[in-house]
Each structure stands twice: as C-alpha cells, then as structure tokens.
Nanobody, 117 residues
C-alpha cells in the first residue's frame, strides 16, 4: 500500500512563499506521473501542477511563473514551491501520484494553505 503525507501548508500573507512536500512510502520511481491538485473553499478542484517523466511540467495558468513542481526519486518526495502567493491560492492542496497520467493513482490527505490579503 502506498501512502502519501503532505506537509508545509499554513497561513501566509499575500506575497509570501511556501513549499509543500509530499512524502511517499515506497519507491516513487515506479510512478511516472506526479501532480498537485487544489480544492478551493468553494469545493472546486483545480489541477495546479503536474509532470510526467520525461515531459515538461504543466501548470494552471493562474500559477505559471509562481509555482514549481519537482520530484526527488532518491528521497521519494514530491514538492511544490509556491511564491508570490495570492489570496486566491487559498485551498487544500493534495498530492497525487500515478503510473501514468489519467489514472486515479494514490492521494494524500491534503495540507491547508491560507493566504491572507
């Protein structure tokens, strides 16, 4: 059973930065696809960032230039660096990994990010 645990969320002022981490139990190298998904306070789900092995990362238009997704296969960690945060970035951020894009894969429990104006 693969388990994902997110951390790094919190309360930050607009313009600030946070780095989210997703620790994966097991070898992440088996999973070609990693992503971060946000659930907004209005319960909408947004794909924030995703990357497949060998592919360039994809970002939601709203976060391009501000967020960076990365993976460290040696440490079994997926990260999301967030800068120039805005109140509209507020939400619960979930880590998702899958063998390939389009598969349900495995999900973490989420970490809350709140950006105050």
């Amino acid at each position: 059973q693969v388990r994902l645990v997110e951390s790094g969320g919190g309360l930050v002022q607009a313009g600030g930065s946070l780095t989210l981490s997703c620790a994966v139990s097991g070898d992440i190298i088996r999973f070609n696809y990693v992503a971060w998904v946000r659930r907004t306070p209005t319960n909408l789900r947004d794909l924030i960032a995703a990357v497949g092995r060998g592919d360039p990362p994809n970002y939601a238009d709203s976060v391009k230039g501000r967020f960076t997704i990365s993976r460290d296969d040696a440490k079994n960690v997926v990260s999301l660096q967030m800068s120039s945060l805005k109140p509209e970035d507020t939400g619960t951020y979930y880590c998702n990994i899958a063998r390939n894009a389009g598969e349900y894969g495995f999900w973490g429990q989420g970490t809350q990010v709140t950006v105050s104006s």
